[in-house]
């Protein structure tokens, strides 16, 4: 049991985890620099993040067009836009897919009989829950220590 009698948990891919940490270090260089780019090695040993597995993520942002890389000797990456428009929610669609997807079905497609026939329903309202949060919490919200569970 959890605190407060509650028996659940939330699965956070190490995917989403650390992409998350790689574009925090990010939000704080651009609220320095906008522009300042970050070495993948200098984000991995901040974090303790495994480089390879770092690059990977960081190539899926930059697919979702949430970086931006340069090579070379002063390359690296930097966000694509300002940290208070990318939400969690982007991050995790980015690296992970849909949020609230059942055994990688969306939950809508989910059909369910006899006593169990509305278990569908739940996992409908904890997707929406889910994704309220999410996408009204950005990089910059995060950043700042301010997240707010209570936003419609």
Do not use: C
Not at 2 to 12: E, L, R, Y
Not at 109 to 138: F, I, K, N
């Amino acid at each position: 049991m959890t605190p407060g009698g509650q028996n659940a948990t939330v699965h956070v891919s190490s995917r989403a985890d650390y992409g998350m940490r790689a574009l925090l270090v990010l939000t704080q260089s651009f609220a320095e620099d906008p522009l300042r780019l970050v070495k993948a090695d200098t984000i991995a040993r901040a974090q303790s993040i495994p480089p390879k597995f770092l690059e990977v993520i960081l190539s899926q942002l930059r697919q979702a067009g949430l970086v931006i890389s340069q090579r070379g000797a002063v390359g690296g990456y930097r966000l694509a836009k300002a940290p208070s428009t990318i939400t969690i929610a982007d991050v995790i669609a980015a690296l992970d897919g849909p949020v609230g997807a059942v055994r990688q079905n969306l939950a809508e497609d989910l059909d369910y009989e006899g006593a169990a026939a509305h278990v569908r329903d739940v996992w409908v309202a904890l997707r929406e829950s889910m994704s309220r949060l999410l996408e009204s919490t950005s990089l910059a919200d995060v950043a700042s220590g301010v997240i707010n569970v209570d936003r419609p």
